[in-house]
């Protein structure tokens, strides 16, 4: 398997999802404040892996805190990771599990401390997999056999500790025998799909095709499509789903054709303090992201621009919500505070 993050002794070591496919280089983040570069530059990203790379953040900034004003410098820290992007929950729930362990070993002597936080983060990184893993279970059967799955952005091992949501569920369905092939959206303007979809698709000798993003409507209407699959960087409380830019588009278009649109994520991006979509905070992104594609002006100087990172997909579109803990269906408000009670 490809490996996303992991812990090396001193850093944080990630694979750099801006040189991909080009270049499989890792890069080395040997300080809380190089973590949190690597999530706001998008070296790591997707909703999972930025909540690995947070709790590993928060690990490597207290072992080099001043023990004289520990409190304080972890108060910082965490700020400073959870400044870094707004909308994929699990930054926050990272973040707060860290914060959690910390104030229940904070009597202990800070050499135990930093070990305690250290064996939580990579805690974290482990339990991903294996939550992915299960998603991936719970969702194989919903995966029609003979046809196409689309998907959008980039739900696999790299947005995640390993195995991946989206993409978890279309590695299941091969794994059981399913005949299946994805069509995988480029993802404008990031190009996760075309650079790192594809790329992590080939990897694993599942067929992939590449679609631009305006193709999908002309390959839901055609027949081909037996379901989409996407991830999710935050769902409220009723199902209304956040996740990347253009989603929303699909989900309208997957419904007006009859094809299931399914959202496969852990319970982790669950955010039930919030009753709907409305009160997802939506990041919105450079506009060189939209002026230049690699460093190429495509726009004329001087053109505004618009760069939402995100957009909220509202419930009625959503067919199942697949998690680790099962598959939840409308009504949403019902069916999700069931499983995260489980
Ligand atoms: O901006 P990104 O690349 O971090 O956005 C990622 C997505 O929108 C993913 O679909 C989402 O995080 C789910 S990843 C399992």
């Known amino acids: 398997m490809i490996e996303t993050i992991r812990w090396d002794g001193d850093a944080v070591v990630m694979i750099d999802q801006t040189r991909l496919p080009a270049e499989e280089n890792y890069v080395r983040c040997a300080s809380y404040l190089e973590v949190a570069d690597a999530i706001r530059r998008m070296i790591i990203r997707g909703a999972p892996a930025i909540g690995v790379a947070a709790a590993m953040g928060v ?5 080099q805190a001043r023990p004289e004003s520990l409190d ?11 400044a870094t992007r707004p909308t994929a929950v699990n930054l926050f729930w990272g973040i707060d599990r860290m914060k959690r362990v910390y104030r229940a070993h904070r009597h202990l002597p800070f050499g135990q401390l930093r070990d305690r936080l250290i064996a939580e983060a990579k805690l974290v990184r482990e339990e991903d997999i294996a939550i992915n893993e299960a998603i991936g279970k719970n969702g194989a059967s919903l995966v029609p056999d003979g046809k196409t799955v689309l998907t959008h952005c980039n739900a696999g091992t790299l947005a995640t500790a390993g195995y991946g949501t989206a993409l978890g569920v279309i590695r299941a369905a091969v794994e059981a025998g399913r ?20 790329w992590e698709l080939q990897h694993d000798g599942i067929a992939a095709t590449l679609i631009t993003d305006n193709m999908a409507g002309h390959f839901l209407k055609s027949g081909r499509i037996g379901c989409v699959v996407v991830g999710a960087d935050r769902i409220a409380a009723n199902g209304d789903v956040a996740n990347k830019i253009g989603t929303y588009g699909v989900a ?5 054709n009859n094809v299931p649109f ?17 009160h997802i905070p939506i990041e919105e992104r450079a506009a060189s992201e939209v002026t230049h594609v690699f ?20 419930n009625r579109y959503v067919t199942a919500i697949i998690t680790e803990r099962g598959v939840a269906r409308t009504p949403y408000l019902e069916s999700l505070a069931a499983l995260t009670a489980k």
Do not use: H, M, W
Request: charged share 25%; hydrophobic share 45%.
């Open 262 to 278: 399914y959202v496969a994520a852990p319970i982790s991006t669950l955010d039930l303090s919030i009753p709907d979509g409305g």
């Open 252 to 256: 309208v278009l997957a419904k007006e």
């Open 295 to 314: 460093g190429v002006r495509v726009a004329p100087e001087g053109t505004a621009v618009c760069n939402p990172a995100f957009d909220v997909t509202p």
């Open 179 to 198: 005949k299946i092939d994805v069509f995988a959206d480029e993802t404008r303007p990031f190009l996760q799909g075309a650079r790192l979809t594809v």
């Open 59 to 63: 690990a490597i900034g207290v072992a």
């Open 72 to 82: 304080e410098d972890f108060e910082r820290i965490c700020a400073e990771l959870a």
